[in-house]
């Protein structure tokens, strides 16, 4: 250790760049807020016991999804919360507003049952959501955390995969039950199809993915998660371009799963659940392999290694156009992963 101490090559300012860092939030939140989760306290075993209750109805925490963050003025966020249970428009939506000193959550009627009832407001002002900032701070109450090294991280060019999509309607999205195969996701399974044994169309809210695709090597399970996201049409055309909007729902997807990463069991179990619920409405969500396949991954997975990748999908950016913004985003979502998970982050976009 004295040697180190004592030699004059080392810049301590480098040092000091990987030192996490604290500053507190006063007057205004941040501009460039694009993601939200969980608060750190509620991890996957607690979320399965977790419920949310608003207007006679009660939602389990995994089914509800977090909306991207929109300003309501400068000291006040407003985060919209969907489930698929209901596949409204919005459950309710969370305001949080910034204090001289502090800030102060509003969620009216809504009841958090674990583990007593209590309003879900007073729960997450002990608890706070997790923000997420383009330039790559993360944002807890009313602090911002961050490292030098972390910040305004680009995706390396490499990660970017330009795809033909053909004929591919990539302003539609999603399979749905009848399985579209021109749709973003239907494309996306007949490509990565042949390379798994069991894939799994999870699409819909609270989904882990859009699509799981699972295969067995020896000891090893590896475990792909696919998020997809289509291009929206402009003056009746979808045109892939530089739109940096485009990539904020699909980085807060790939960055919201990494809770799923290494939870072993539980991660099979939700699998297997969404599976059999659906079957009550005529969708069977696996599109490849058969439920006795997952069953069987579900009692291996105790003595097998997982490896985790995480890929994305987004027609909607054009590998020639792609903006400094858009890699922005991108490459938050790419550390965040990188430093919470070490899976690494793969995008596959247009020309």
């Known amino acids: ?118 309003p879900l407001d007073s729960y997450l002002d002990a608890e706070p959501l997790v923000l997420l900032k383009v330039d790559g701070s993360m944002v807890q109450g009313n602090y911002s955390q961050y490292s030098l090294n972390s910040m305004d991280v680009k995706l390396p060019a490499g990660l970017l995969e330009p795809w033909d999509w053909g004929t591919t309607k990539i302003h539609q999205e999603s399979m749905r039950a009848e399985r579209r195969k021109d749709s973003v996701q239907g494309f996306t399974f007949d490509k990565i199809a042949d390379d798994y044994s069991i894939v799994f169309n999870d699409d819909d809210k609270g989904e882990i993915a859009d699509l799981v695709a699972i295969r067995e090597n020896k000891d090893v399970i590896y475990v792909d998660f696919y998020h997809c996201k289509f291009c929206p049409m402009t003056d009746g055309m979808a045109a892939p371009g530089a739109r940096v909007a485009d990539v904020y729902e699909v980085c807060g997807q790939a960055s919201r799963s990494v809770k799923w990463l290494y939870t072993g069991e539980k991660f099979f179990n939700r699998l297997m659940d969404r599976y059999q619920q659906s079957l009550l409405k005529d969708f069977d969500r ?66």
């Open 286 to 351: 696996i599109l490849k392999g058969t439920p006795q396949q997952l069953e069987i991954l579900r009692n291996k997975c105790h003595d097998h290694e997982l490896i985790f990748e995480i890929v994305i999908f987004q027609p909607a950016i054009s590998a020639k156009k792609v903006s400094k913004e858009q890699l922005a985003v991108l490459g938050t979502s790419y550390s965040y992963i990188k430093s919470i998970s070490g899976s690494d982050l793969k995008v596959i976009v247009s020309p």
């Open 1 to 118: 250790m004295s040697v180190k101490l004592n030699d004059n090559t080392i810049d301590p300012a480098d040092v000091l760049k990987n030192v996490m860092r604290v500053d507190q939030i006063k007057d205004r939140w941040p501009e460039g807020l694009f993601y939200v989760d969980r608060p750190v306290s509620i991890a996957i075993e607690k979320g399965q016991r977790i419920s949310l209750y608003f207007q006679g109805e009660t939602f389990n925490l995994l089914d509800v999804e977090l909306g991207k963050p929109e300003y309501s003025g400068a000291r006040t966020l407003e985060i919209p919360s969907l489930s698929r249970v209901t596949m409204a428009k919005s459950v309710a939506t969370i305001a949080i507003k910034l204090l001289e000193d502090g800030y102060k959550t509003s969620c009216p009627g809504v009841k958090i049952l674990y583990p007593h009832e209590m």
